[in-house]
């Protein structure tokens, strides 16, 4: 199995306040991506990186920024969280090198509640 | 606009039996395909894979099936046991010229494979 770890793995929160969660890979893979998961919604991309301090939107991205100031950490920040946010956050990695990079490998995901 | 569809949210099957998960697409500029497989609580992980070039790619009991003609791409199961039973994403990617590994993915369809 592919190392990845996300933290915290399950959080509650008040409406307002801002979040962060954590992605920590010892794969040493060049790209990372942040997804939620909804019933009826399946897996949409909220952003992704494809290196150190280099990141890009995805599908649904409002509400959410990320950070990478290391290769093996990807933080997503709710900078203001709503009910709306309420889903299971995953994390994925892939190696990048041509058609790997859509062979994703995920962490174990973080479910977060907005109340 | 949903680009993935999988129209079955579940489907049930015997043990033993075929398992068929069906998956349409609406952009034309799709040229690879993943399916990935997820239990309870756990991430996803990637099941098996199609290029646009090819119109069949077979993997032990799996084989997915692509129809660009119809826009539909299928994943058979043969013959099913009941440690399949999970959800079943559908995936696709255009590629493009960065090739960062981005994916659109289908709602799942849940899969349950009874003794």
């Known amino acids: 199995d592919a190392g990845i770890t996300q933290s915290p793995r399950h959080k509650v929160t008040e409406t307002g306040t801002p979040v962060t969660l954590r992605c920590h890979q010892t794969?040493?893979?060049?790209?990372m991506y942040w997804y939620r998961q909804d019933p009826g919604h399946g897996l949409r991309l909220i952003h992704y990186?494809?290196?150190?301090?280099?990141?890009d939107k995805g599908e649904v991205s409002d509400g959410y920024s990320v950070s990478r100031s290391k290769t093996e950490d990807f933080l997503l920040t709710l900078e203001s969280a709503t009910s709306s946010q309420t889903s299971v956050y995953f994390c994925?990695?892939?190696?990048?090198?041509?058609?790997?990079?859509?062979?994703?490998?995920f962490g174990p995901g973080t479910r977060l509640t907005v109340t | 606009d949903q680009q993935v569809k999988q129209n079955s949210p579940s489907l049930s099957v015997q043990e033993g039996r075929i398992s068929i998960l069906n998956c349409d697409y609406t952009n034309s500029m799709f040229d690879y395909f993943l399916w990935y497989k997820k239990y309870p609580a756990e991430g996803p992980t990637f099941l098996i894979s199609i290029s646009s070039i090819k119109d069949k790619n077979e993997d032990g009991r799996f084989t997915v099936f692509l129809n660009k003609s119809a826009k539909h791409l299928s994943l058979h199961i043969v013959p099913s046991q009941p440690g399949d039973s999970a959800v079943y994403f559908c995936?696709?990617?255009?590629?493009?010229?960065?090739?960062?590994?981005?994916?659109?993915f289908g709602q799942g369809t849940t899969l349950q494979v009874k003794p």
């Open positions: 994925a990695i892939s190696e990048g090198q041509g058609r790997r990079a859509y062979e994703q490998y």
């Open positions: 990186s494809y290196g150190v301090k280099d990141t």
């Open positions: 794969e040493n893979h060049r790209y």
């Open positions: 995936a696709a990617s255009d590629g493009g010229s960065s090739n960062t590994g981005k994916l659109i």
